[in-house]
């Protein structure tokens, strides 16, 4: 069933608390680096101030861990906020307290307020596990809630990057909030069609291209993405652990020595259900971990003293190749340490071979993170069909996991 937008909702007169994600990159004066999200944040914010609701905004920005730090403060994303809306946006010093609920009650229509960091709270990261568990915990992060959903009379969420966690502000304030409405911003809409059309209605072939350092971490996406896709592209330092189980030695490079057997399964799995699984077959090899670093190409083995950082001019051709014909892409994870040229070769590759293809008529979706920031920096973005802006969201999401965030939310 599909979630209810705030378009579904009259906001007129109301007051409409909204989750947004604002977590920007910050420069050590504490000024905005990339204004990204809180772009992408101003149609749902616009259509409620545009409606005649006054709206409240709420994130967080950074790890604080529960305390203060004036260097995660939102009062940069508010100033960059007041000039992308041309209003003030009022700033509350906290996002709880006697002085930010009469901040929220005198807040007129048509108007917006930004609430300070929501993990300057520890409460707001209190996962539901402990607080089942814990009658304390439990209390300390319904009390919080508590008095974010008390200030509204509408919830919107729309921070997709933080979809996957069960966060007070994610999960128990609309728990809290209902039976008032409880909805998805344009955002979340924008996100949950986009990567569940992809995965669920590809149109074929249907390739999934996997990057990124370990096998951990990309293992469940692996296994649910084997029964749907056509091809996974397998590069990165994950690789290095299928190279491994298959024998080879692979020098200093990263491997994940407890997942050699999986490795060995999962290319069995892949077989068996028809889904083409492709490693790198060749590497840039380094004998140190630096920008510049000399280094050469291997085909095999990686000798000792060695270590792998991209996949190889061989690889680069074979990759673009597998990608040229798709119809359906799927990317997440970078090649190589593309952060530090001159291994960031496969990645830019990869990317120009995705931008190619979606020219060509491809849907292409880049699951946000290093992949994300390799497309931008390469100024590939206005030719991939969707990049998310969840990175660790959108790999649970391929992974096939529900998100219980987003399954509380009003139906449509």
Same mark, same amino acid.
Request: glycine letters at 0%; proline letters at 9%.
């Given at each position: 069933m599909a979630k209810k937008t705030v378009a579904d909702i009259d906001v007129k007169g109301k007051k409409v608390l909204m989750r947004c994600d604002f *977590?920007?990159? /910050? *420069? @050590? @004066?504490? *000024?905005?680096?990339? @204004? @990204?999200?809180?772009?992408?944040? /101003?149609?749902?914010i616009k259509s409620v101030l545009d409606r005649g609701g006054a709206l409240i905004l709420m994130s967080h920005l950074g790890r604080p861990k529960g305390v203060r730090e004036d260097k995660f403060s939102l009062a940069p994303v508010a100033r960059r906020l007041s000039e992308l809306l041309g209003q003030d946006v009022a700033f509350a010093d906290d996002c709880i307290g006697p002085q930010t609920k009469a901040l929220a009650k005198a807040l007129r229509s048509g108007r917006c307020l930004l609430l300070e960091n929501l993990r300057f709270h520890k409460e707001e990261t209190i996962k539901d596990k402990a607080a089942k568990e814990d009658e304390q915990l439990r209390e300390a992060k319904n009390a919080f809630a508590r008095q974010l959903a008390e200030m509204a009379d509408v919830y919107v969420d729309d921070a997709f990057g933080t979809a996957h966690r069960d966060n007070a502000s994610m999960y128990t304030v609309p728990v809290l909030m209902k039976p008032k409405p409880c909805v998805i911003g344009f955002l979340v809409e924008k996100e949950l069609k986009y990567l569940g059309d992809t995965v669920g209605n590809p149109e074929r072939p249907f390739v999934a291209i996997l990057g990124g350092a370990k096998v951990s971490d990309k293992l469940g996406v692996i296994e649910n993405l084997i029964e749907k896709v056509d091809r996974i592209l397998i590069g990165g330092a994950m690789a290095y652990t299928f190279f491994k189980a298959n024998g080879h030695t692979v020098g200093g490079s990263l491997c994940e020595d407890a997942f050699l057997d999986k490795a060995v399964e999962l290319q069995k799995t892949a077989k068996e259900a028809g889904c083409e699984m492709i490693l790198p077959v060749d590497t840039v090899v380094a004998q140190e971990f630096k920008a510049g670093a000399a280094n050469k190409v291997v085909k095999g083995d990686i000798e000792n003293g060695w270590e792998g950082l991209d996949i190889g001019p061989a690889s680069r051709k074979l990759f673009a190749q597998k990608i040229a014909g798709a119809r359906t892409i799927v990317w997440n994870g970078p090649m190589g340490v593309f952060e530090m040229p001159p291994f960031d070769e496969g990645t830019k590759t990869v990317a120009q071979a995705v931008a190619e293809a979606t020219d060509k008529g491809a849907r292409s979706v880049i699951g946000g993170g290093d992949s994300a920031s390799a497309v931008q920096v390469l100024g590939l973005e206005d030719r991939i069909s969707h990049i998310s802006t969840g990175g660790g969201a959108s790999l649970e999401f391929l992974e096939g996991k529900k998100f219980k965030a987003i399954e509380i939310l009003d139906e449509k």
């Open positions: *977590n920007v990159p /910050l *420069n @050590d @004066d504490c *000024n905005i680096t990339s @204004d @990204d999200r809180i772009v992408k944040a /101003l149609p749902s």
